[in-house]
């Protein structure tokens, strides 16, 4: 995710996941040290297909 948003710091984004991790609007799974799939998680009424990304 770092990759996908070069203008924002690390903590910008970390502080988003976390955000969005609490919220229950994101999913992570750890697939292997260091490394974590992010999903979409659905909410009621959402019309958007769930997605997957593994980041390491």
Not at 11 to 35: F, M, S, W, Y
Request: charged letters at 30%.
């Amino acid at each position: 995710m770092i990759f996908e948003c070069p203008e924002l710091t690390w903590d910008q984004v970390l502080r988003e996941v976390n955000r969005l991790k609490r919220e229950r609007r994101i999913g992570l799974t750890l697939k292997q040290p260091g490394c974590y799939s992010v999903s979409r998680i659905a909410q009621p009424g959402a019309s958007y297909k769930l997605s997957e990304r593994t980041v390491a």
